[in-house]
């Protein structure tokens, strides 16, 4: 088996996302998640792009340097030239939290990178770097906000993105030295844009960052990639999905390279279960939109699942969401509606994440709805693991970055169709076109 790309995703919701980027383009791919061995892998004949869903999202450097050398090198061992470490678009991480800088690092130790790249830019998600500074929509809307500046990420709880130069973010993360091949570079010609690259590697940098604004600049970023892993294989990406756009923008470009296909409208079911641990303003007023569309509230004390009180609480929200299923509803569970909601705990979300987890298994164990919705990184992350998911397949696409997917795995998870949505992302009515009740 020759795979193009071999991944790992820094949270559920950042992997379903790189799943789609390469499915969408045609690019047969699969999500695991633990790393498979070649041999698994031998049983999907045609597979072009193997990833692995992970947590270390939330990881400290000490846990990271625990966990991801070893997943590193299984993916190394699939012999892919490309190895992507997905983070999310908005680039939200700290020295002690989920450092993107000593993933890198370690990247770079077991694959021997040399440079490594970073893309943190993803056009599709209204996510763009230009001259090194971040910007992002707030969801699906406009106007686009630099990072710092942004509505929600700037006062992330745990990882509030304060700077939107990136190399200035990542130089608190890694002593490794950063270049920048920035917008101006992309206007070059291909013969003038090789020599910048090669300028900049003969400088002796650690890290490319690269600029992305638009959707044109993918192919070209794209074949910069293909360049840079035939010279220095296996290339190590630390990126949004925005690495596997403009991947597959430039294998498209290619004689006989990958088509997309034609994906169907989520077909309508009758009733959804949807599980929120997310605290994000875009997530809440999508809630509210289900609620305001026949979803059935079941609201949770986020402070009683830490205390004396969670075995309780718990028994007693899954008879709730079991009774309401069984009455034929849509179930809308969640622990904040937004970062003004009084139950927000912070510091508690990897409590609460895992108690959503068992919630949803408990739930499932007894009564399987037609469809589920998992929203916030964190609990996507703690409902997988409770689910005993092995691994998951595009079903077909909602809203960029967040698709429906089937789930691979035990009696509870196999044939569930899951959608696992990050916080920012969707349109104000995604609950509905997941539930087939809007036209996409």
């Known amino acids: 088996m020759n795979l193009r790309l071999a991944f790992y995703g820094d949270d559920f919701t950042g992997s379903t996302d790189a799943l789609e980027a390469l499915e969408l383009a045609g690019i047969r791919a699969r999500l695991f998640l633990h790393p498979p061995s070649p041999s698994e892998l031998a049983g999907f004949p045609g597979l072009e792009a193997a990833g692995v869903a992970g947590g270390s999202r939330t990881f400290t450097p000490t846990e990271m340097d625990a966990h991801l050398p070893a997943i590193f090198e299984a993916l190394a061992a699939l012999g892919a030239p490309l190895i992507h470490y997905k983070v999310c678009s908005t680039f939200d991480s700290s020295p002690t939290s989920g450092s993107i800088g000593r993933a890198i690092e370690i990247g770079r130790a077991v694959t021997g990178a040399r440079p490594a790249a970073i893309l943190a830019g993803a056009p599709a998600l209204g996510r763009y770097c230009a ?108 990126g949004s999905s925005g690495v596997e756009a403009a991947l597959a923008a430039y294998w498209q470009s290619l004689p006989g390279g990958p088509r997309p296909p034609a994906w169907p409208a989520p077909a309508p079911v009758h009733q959804m279960l949807v599980v929120s641990g997310s605290c994000s303003p875009v997530t809440d007023r999508q809630i509210q939109w289900l609620l305001d569309h026949g979803g059935i509230e079941v609201p949770l004390d986020a402070a009683a699942l830490t205390s004396d009180a969670a075995a309780r609480v718990f028994e007693q929200s899954v008879s709730q969401v079991l009774e309401l299923l069984e009455q034929g509803a849509t179930p809308v569970v969640h622990t904040c509606r937004g970062p003004g909601d009084p139950r927000l705990a912070p510091g508690a979300g990897a409590a609460i994440s895992l108690w959503l987890g068992r919630l949803l298994r408990a739930v499932l164990d007894r009564r399987r709805p037609p469809r589920t919705a998992i929203l916030g990184g964190d609990t996507s992350v703690a409902a997988g693991t409770a689910l005993a998911i092995r691994s998951l397949t595009l079903l077909t696409p909602i809203d960029p970055g967040a698709p429906l997917c089937l789930a691979h795995g035990g009696p509870v998870a196999d044939g569930l169709e899951i959608i696992f949505k990050g916080g920012q992302l969707g349109r104000e009515d995604f609950l509905g076109r997941a539930q087939g009740q809007q036209p996409r």
């Open 131 to 238: 001259f090194g500074h971040l910007f992002a929509r707030a969801g699906a809307a406009r106007p686009v906000h630099r990072i710092d500046r942004h509505p929600t990420m700037s006062r992330h709880p745990v990882t509030p993105m304060d700077e939107s130069d990136l190399r200035l973010h990542l130089a608190r993360q890694t002593p490794l030295r950063c270049a920048l091949l920035d917008l101006l570079d992309l206007e070059l010609d291909d013969d003038a844009l090789d020599a910048r690259l090669d300028e900049i590697i003969a400088g002796g940098e650690e890290m490319i960052l690269f600029d992305v604004l638009r959707g044109g600049h993918l192919p070209r970023l794209g074949r910069l990639f293909d360049r840079l892993s035939r010279r220095h294989a296996p290339l190590f990406i630390a």
